[in-house]
């Protein structure tokens, strides 16, 4: 890469992971210049689209790099730019300064106790805030990283003398089904949805010291480890429980989206998540769900997360999701859509329900089900809720 011209250029790189990305993200920290990752698995018009709202005075892809006539510089004090992924809608840039960047990764070693002789593993998608903060710790840490391309459970598994790593649920389920040794990390952080439960059970009884993490892009990532917030940051539950956050790591704001950006904070300066809690008797704090996910039915409010939960017991429920649909009696009904282990034995309605009702009150179980060949997800794996049916 060529030196950068001004310490505010913000810098698009679309280029595939892989062990380039460490050393280019400490070039472009070293020069004071905002970096912007783009997914390179996205397809062309949504990187124009992406290309389009940013405005980077730089871009660095496959066939080299330049200069857009259009480019604009990064906003005072910015050093990334983030898009959301999310569950639906239109992308938002997440803007951060440094501060917030070395408040996240050293309150995370701090939890950790991870130094820069500590390696970690990268196979999340560099442009989503938890695999960019992977690289950031050789960035700000000096600790090694391993990149790989892609997550693949096999060179996951080969992958020699690695001290941390930061997976999501998808990826955690297939490494215990496929038997991996996972109690040769230290920790292995998951976030980015919830986690099932029996999966997690299994990998801990295999030796894996899991750490469920919960965070948003907005809040640079995991700010709540196993339930607890990282030195630094304050949780509080807002009205409905909405879990609003306060600390160092959160955002600046949104690129040139100042009233999304006064959305997204309370009148007195906490993030809001859109998300719902609980604290527990010992102050760890549980999500239960999207805020705009939960379901009245009849009067009753019906967690979809916890639903799932529920029927991903069931023996032929390879995978599912809940969302509400209109009823004239109930108000919204509780509707399964459900991928059978086997399509030519799938699970019945009446088998769901008493699956459900055996940790949840029968009200919350599904009271229609349909059968599908997959679920509408996200890259790195959350469900597509508004698609469904």
């Known amino acids: 890469m060529s030196r950068t011209e001004n310490p505010q ?18 070039h472009i920290w070293a020069d004071e210049a ?23 005075t730089m871009v660095i892809g496959p066939e080299g790099e330049h200069r857009p006539s259009d480019g604009r510089p990064a906003d005072p004090g910015v050093a990334v730019i983030v898009a959301t992924s999310g569950t639906g809608g239109r992308p938002k840039l997440v803007q951060f300064d440094r501060g917030a960047i070395d408040a996240a990764v050293a309150s995370s070693a701090l939890a950790l106790e991870a130094g820069p002789a500590d390696p970690w593993l990268s196979c999340l998608p560099v442009a989503h ?23 693949d459970v096999e060179t996951f598994a080969s992958e020699p003398r690695m ?35 029996d999966v997690v059970a299994k990998a801990r009884e295999g030796g894996a010291n899991v ?12 700010l709540v480890y196993d339930g607890r917030p990282l030195p630094g940051t304050e949780v509080r539950l807002g009205p409905d429980d909405e879990i609003q956050l306060r600390g160092p790591t959160l955002m600046l ?18 993030l809001r998540t859109d998300d719902a809690g609980v604290f527990d008797e010992e102050g760890r704090l549980t999500v239960v769900g999207r805020l705009d996910d939960v379901v009245l039915s009849g009067g009753e409010k019906v967690w979809p997360q916890e639903v799932e939960t529920a029927l991903r017991r069931h023996v032929k429920v390879a995978d599912v ?15 399964a859509f459900v991928v059978p282990t086997d399509p030519d034995d799938p699970p019945t309605l009446e088998s769901l329900r008493d699956v459900a009702a055996q940790r949840l009150p029968r009200y919350k179980a599904p009271q229609d089900m349909e059968l599908v060949e997959e679920l509408p997800r996200t890259p790195l794996g959350k469900i597509r809720r508004a698609t469904l049916g």
Not at 9 to 26: E, I, M, N
Not at 34 to 55: G, N, S, T, Y
Not at 134 to 150: D, E, F, Q, T
């Open 253 to 270: 704001g949104y690129r040139d989206d100042r009233d999304a950006t006064a959305r997204a904070h309370t009148d007195d300066g906490w």
């Open 163 to 197: 001290t941390f790593t930061s997976i999501v649920p998808t990826m955690l389920g297939r490494l215990v089904d496929a038997g991996a040794d996972l109690s040769r990390f230290r920790a292995i952080l998951v976030g980015g949805g919830p986690a099932d439960e």
């Open 34 to 56: 905002a970096l912007f990752p783009i997914d390179h698995r996205l397809p062309e018009p949504e990187v124009r689209a992406l290309l389009e709202a940013a405005k980077p």
């Open 211 to 222: 750490v469920l993490t919960y965070g948003l892009t907005e809040g640079c990532g995991g």
């Open 321 to 335: 999701a809940v969302r509400g649909r209109p009823d004239p009696e109930w108000g919204t009904r509780v509707v």
């Open 9 to 26: 250029d913000l810098v698009a790189v679309r280029l595939p992971p892989g062990p380039d990305w460490p050393p280019l993200v400490q």
């Open 129 to 151: 805030i938890g695999g960019l903060l992977v690289l950031m710790r050789a960035v700000l840490l000096g600790a090694p990283v391993s990149v790989h391309p892609r997550f």
